[in-house]
């Protein structure tokens, strides 16, 4: 696979190098040339196959060329060890449950596909990496389980102290081996400035610092392959689907496209979100303007400039048009997020986390607006578990966690607290670092 940057002036590179670099010299994203797509008959020939074959034909037809393949496949394997099942709410809508990874929350399957395909590139080389992550909590809990154990990489997450949850914590730094857990007295700001002195900081070439945020097409594409698996699942043979996305950076948004692309059939997608409306704003007035973001309930979704916004632009030839006849956009209020967790409850005994309602309400709201018969999927993006505090307000209960997180509030935190917030105190415990 041959990419180029978003930005338009580098030169091609591989899919290797761009998942090793993140970001492209220009500051651009990287973004494949050409997708190779599938034929109708061959995806139809992926029916009824377990979710990790499944990931290894889509990924090996994308990227595989680049890698030795068995050893690739076994990688994708064991990425994809967990289930992505695809559950029928009724009236032609279903929910594609992307929560039963090690966080309970979709980007598990990006970070692991990343870590795994990292190690791979660093064992080649025969190298090593330190990794690392400013987190306000989600992203670094999926980065550290993402690469527990992931030979010659060492992660280090750094999230302000006091400002994630306890359970959000409790992923992050009760791992120890290859994963260390770092406490800033300080706000995420505060954690996103260290990290990124620490990125230009010449005496710390010896550590070979990287990055494993959202930007990097390596978490991107492994994101096609439960489009791949629902639609098979979802679809009547050879028809249509339309996918519904809570949105944010819009990195999921973007994977489902490079799956149309790569010759799903998507009738449509259904772009999301709170608030946050960026998005759904500029397919209305086809004006981007980016702000600051305001809090959610769904505060994944807190995103106020979506940071794949040049990717989905791209894919569309940059052209407001077209991405509005592939696109539509929805914009959720508190109230309406709230109602919708409520109703599904009480409609399907089913438990919905605020992401996740939000992808219902505007798949319900398409729907009815659009007329629009094509069966639905829209995407469960995190385990209502995860916020228990804003179920029992609505359902009056609070979901349990699955069984192998029942103890997770007994595993001792291994995590290290900076004396400050400043450069020196940060460097000086980097340094440290056996
Ligand atoms: C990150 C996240 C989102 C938003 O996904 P994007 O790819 O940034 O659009 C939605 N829901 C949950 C639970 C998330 O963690």
């Given amino acids: 696979m041959r990419l180029t940057s978003t930005s338009g002036s580098s030169t091609p590179v591989t899919f290797r190098h761009a998942l090793l670099e993140g970001l492209a010299p220009d500051g651009g994203l990287y973004l494949p040339d050409e997708i190779p797509a599938f034929s109708s008959s061959e995806i139809a020939a992926l029916r009824g196959a377990p979710l990790a074959e499944i990931a290894v034909a889509v990924l090996g037809r994308l990227v595989g060329d680049e890698f030795d393949r068995a050893q690739f496949d076994a990688l994708v394997r064991d990425a994809f060890d967990f289930p992505a099942p695809t559950v029928g709410l009724g009236d032609g809508l279903s929910e594609l449950e992307l929560f039963h990874g090690p966080t309970l929350a979709f980007k598990d399957f990006g970070a692991r596909f990343l870590a795994r395909v990292f190690g791979y590139l660093l064992e080649q080389r025969r190298g090593h990496a330190t990794i690392l992550v400013a987190t306000s909590g989600d992203t670094g809990s999926a980065v550290a389980q993402g690469f527990f154990g992931v030979p010659r990489i060492r992660v280090v ?219 639905v999927v829209s995407l469960a993006t995190a385990h209502p578990a995860k916020f228990g505090a804003a179920i029992r307000q609505e359902l009056g209960f609070e979901p349990e966690l699955p069984a192998r997180y029942r103890d997770w509030a007994s595993r001792p935190v291994l995590a290290e607290t900076l004396a400050d917030a400043g450069y020196d105190a940060f460097r000086r415990w980097l340094l440290a670092l056996d």
Avoid at 183 to 192: K, L, S
Avoid at 224 to 248: H, K, Q, R, T
Avoid at 333 to 349: F, L, V
Wanted: proline share 6%; net charge neutral.
């Fill in 157 to 375: 997450v750094l999230y302000p102290s006091g400002k994630v949850s306890p359970f959000q914590e409790a992923q992050m730094a009760t791992l120890g081996g290859n994963v260390s857990a770092l406490r800033v007295p300080g706000t995420f700001d505060d954690c996103q400035r260290l990290v990124k002195q620490a990125f230009v900081d010449l005496g710390l070439r010896p550590l070979n610092l990287s990055s494993a945020n959202s930007i990097n097409i390596g978490r991107l594409l492994p994101q096609a392959v439960y489009y791949f698996d629902s639609y098979l699942g979802a679809a009547p043979a050879g028809g249509e689907v339309v996918f519904a996305v809570p949105s944010g950076n819009i990195g999921n948004l973007t994977a489902g496209v490079l799956a149309q692309r790569a010759g799903l059939p998507v009738r449509r997608f259904v772009s999301a979100t709170n608030a946050n409306d960026v998005l759904p704003e500029y397919l209305l007035t086809g004006i981007y303007r980016a702000r600051p973001a305001v809090a959610t309930l769904s505060n994944a979704m807190d995103v106020g400039d979506p940071s794949n916004f040049a990717r989905l632009a791209a894919l569309h030839g940059g052209s407001w048009e077209r991405l509005r006849a592939n696109v539509s956009g929805y914009r959720n209020t508190e109230e309406e997020t709230r109602a919708t967790i409520r109703q599904t409850y009480e409609a399907h005994r089913y438990v919905l986390d605020p992401h996740s309602a939000v992808g219902v309400a505007a798949a319900r709201r398409y729907r009815q607006e659009e007329a629009d018969a094509t069966p």
